[in-house]
């Protein structure tokens, strides 16, 4: 089996090249790293090269344009990152005979009855979202062995990234002020857990939606005061505010999230609760500080 990671440089595809190992070839765009191979979705005849070049029997596609504001401001580069860019591997995954594996969100939904189950219907309320769905159908379209994995706050130790764990961690650290939304509730997953479970699902033979989040369905103040607690940061850096009062360009679903439990039922791979996700990234970056 060799897989094709493409997004490789991101931080899902970055945990998916550390569970996949020797077996998987990885892809940058912009943020190029050791052993990784450029490549730019948007261009056909280089997905098309990369894929003949690699010929993987597995590509897993995390790549994406997953800022959900600039999405709503850049909504052309949206377009073609999120949709012609999965059309155009989707479619040398079904000209090859690959097995295909999208990585799809909770903002499919419009956030009034979460955690949503792999047959709620999507109702998205933001370009990105939009986007997202419409990536789906493509996907569905253009090749029958496909995976969508549809996951939420992906969280974990990584450092130089970007995600909200290091968001709390930087600032936490420096005692400045972090705006966290009251009102939005999610279901978090460890970025590194959200990887051996993709794998499980990417290696069985099933088709069609999955849901590998975390176990917990929480508010977003409180993911970020357990985890300040948790990483030994006084939580009086955290601002709590409603999603009105963060006046971000997007819309975002409020009561979002996905239901883990029909997926969790099909893995050996246990989806980990926050307490033990935080439990993880406490001891890495304690590690990492020794
Ligand atoms: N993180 C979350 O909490 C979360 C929640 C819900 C859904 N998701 C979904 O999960 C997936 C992974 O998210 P992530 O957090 O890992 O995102 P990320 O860290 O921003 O990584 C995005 C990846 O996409 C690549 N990329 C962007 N434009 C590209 C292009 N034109 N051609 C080829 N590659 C391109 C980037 O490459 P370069 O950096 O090299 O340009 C990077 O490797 C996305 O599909 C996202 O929508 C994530």
Known sequence: MKALIVGASGFVGGELMKVFGDDAVGTYCRTPAPGLIHLDITDEAQVRDVVDRIKPSL??????????DRCETEADES??????????????????????VYFSTDYLFDGTAGPYAPDAAPCPIQVYGEHKLAAEHAVR???????????????GYHPGGKNFI??????????????????????????????????????SDYRGVAHPV????MLRIDFARVA??????????????????????????????????STQAM???????????????????AAHSR
Request: glycine share 10%; proline share 8%; aromatic share 6%.
């Open 79 to 100: 377009y073609r990152v999120n949709v012609v860019g999965t059309r155009n591997v989707a479619a040398a995954a079904a000209r090859t005979g690959a097995r295909f």
């Open 214 to 217: 975390g176990p917990d369905y």
């Open 166 to 203: 290091m968001g709390i961690i930087a600032k936490g650290g420096r005692g400045e002020p972090m705006n966290v939304p009251v009102d939005q509730w999610g279901t978090p997953v460890l970025a590194e857990n959200l990887a051996a479970a993709v794998k499980e699902l990417a290696l």
């Open 59 to 68: 590509i897993i596609h995390p790549a994406a344009q997953p800022n959900v």
């Open 267 to 285: 893995l050996h791979t246990r989806l980990l609760g926050v307490s033990e996700g935080l439990e993880r990234v406490r001891w890495q970056m």
């Open 228 to 261: 300040a607690e948790m990483l030994g940061f006084a939580p009086d850096f955290l601002r709590p505010l409603t999603t009105p009062e963060l006046r971000q360009p997007a819309k975002r679903p409020l009561r979002g999230g996905v239901d883990n439990r």
């Open 141 to 155: 379209e253009t090749l029958e062995d496909h995976l969508i994995v549809r996951v939420c706050g992906v969280y």
